[in-house]
């Protein structure tokens, strides 16, 4: 059971990497989410070779958590903050945005105004 | 009275061909020495075209940014260009240019930093429906409580602002619900908030942005809004206060 379950979270990280590793050749991921989606598929890869990390007593005794609830709730709080990293990241991306258009405006209406005063007959 | 003023005035307009071009004319009618910036949301149709029509200064934002962008897009240019006092007047043609002065005289007599025109002040014939009265008491009445000032009509966009508030919006400017979100924000910048009666017209064109049955919706999130409002960090005008 342990071991189909290890052969299919070893193959999915590993196809996970790859694509990873693809999108980073094609610089589309930036490197600050590659390394975050690199150690992740790390970590998932290890975990899938070396399980008897977390069914050993002493994880269990100093977290309190099993295996399959442990999986659960790491990934759980992994996601959590990932979800939260983005909002933030978004929340900065729309403040630029909407500081750009604003620029952008004033500086066409600028321009045009320029452009008019320079060149009154076109 | 006011001839060695700088005055803006800043219309945000989406999609208003069919009021914008009488706006203008009403507004330079009856205040012939300010000047008139037309900020278009990203409108489809021809605001644009109509508004330099009739000689009004257009600001194009790329896209549609919502009021709170635009009304700011403006405020950046009255403050870029040094305008002593900036007066904010919707394209839809339901505020009447007639009424500026009163607007004016309270940014005078009043010594507020902002003047909001407001329908409640005294009884006018404007019609809304209850459920719209309803929603419009209720946050005055915790806007009131919050700012520690009677306001009577928290959701008005027919306002004038003087330099300090000006640069402000400038700076930092609601996003949301800018019309009832600007008044805490003032209030925990230690601007002056003062309120004339005026009265409004029907509009021009286009209905409300709110409408009946979203009323409830939107004073929720409206609230919602003001209450986050009370943990920003105020912005850096004016000396501190707590406000909340």
């Not at chain 2, 996003?175 to 509009?203: C, F, H, N």
Request: glycine share 6%; hydrophobic share 45%.
């Amino acid at each position: 059971m342990l071991t189909k379950f290890q052969i299919i979270v070893g193959v999915l990280s590993i196809i996970f990497l790859l694509i990873t590793f693809e999108l980073i050749h094609k610089q589309k991921l930036r490197e600050e989410y590659s390394l975050l989606w690199l150690f992740t598929g790390a970590i998932i890869l290890i975990f899938s070779i070396f399980p008897y990390f977390f069914l050993s007593k002493l994880f269990s005794q100093v977290t309190g958590l099993y295996y399959l609830s442990a999986v659960v709730l790491i990934a759980f709080l992994f996601l959590l903050v990932i979800v939260f990293h983005f909002s933030i990241v978004i929340s900065q991306l729309t403040e630029r945005n909407k500081d750009l258009a604003q620029r952008h405006a004033l500086l066409e209406l600028e321009f045009k105004e320029l452009k008019k005063k320079l060149l009154p007959r076109e | 009275m006011t001839t060695k003023q700088k005055i803006l005035v800043i219309i945000p307009a989406f999609n208003e061909e069919k009021s914008i071009g009488k706006v203008i004319k009403e507004v330079k009618k009856y205040l012939s020495q300010a000047d008139i910036v037309v900020v278009n949301d990203g409108s489809t149709d021809l605001t644009s075209e109509k508004a330099r029509a009739s000689k009004a200064l257009v600001l194009e934002l790329p896209f549609n940014l919502g009021i709170g962008g635009t009304m700011q897009a403006g405020y950046r240019y009255a403050h870029e260009k040094d305008y002593d006092i900036a007066i904010q007047v919707d394209g839809d043609g339901q505020h009447d240019p007639t009424e500026i002065p009163q607007l004016l005289l309270g940014l005078k007599k009043e010594k507020g930093d902002i003047v909001v025109g407001s329908r409640f002040i005294t009884r006018s014939e404007y019609q809304t429906s209850i459920m719209r009265r309803i929603g419009s008491s209720i946050l005055s009445r915790v806007i009131s409580n919050i700012i520690k000032q009677k306001i009577t009509d928290p959701t008005s966009g027919f306002r004038a602002a003087n330099r300090k508030a000006v640069q402000l919006f400038a700076f930092y400017y609601p996003q949301d619900y800018p019309e009832p979100e600007v008044l805490v924000l003032l209030s925990k910048s230690g601007l002056k908030i003062a309120e004339v009666p005026v009265t409004m017209k029907q509009r021009y064109s286009g209905g409300s942005s709110i409408t009946k049955v979203k009323a409830i919706y939107y004073m929720v999130k409206v609230l919602l809004a003001i209450f986050v409002d009370c943990f920003k960090r105020p912005p850096f005008v004016g000396k501190e206060r707590e406000g909340c």
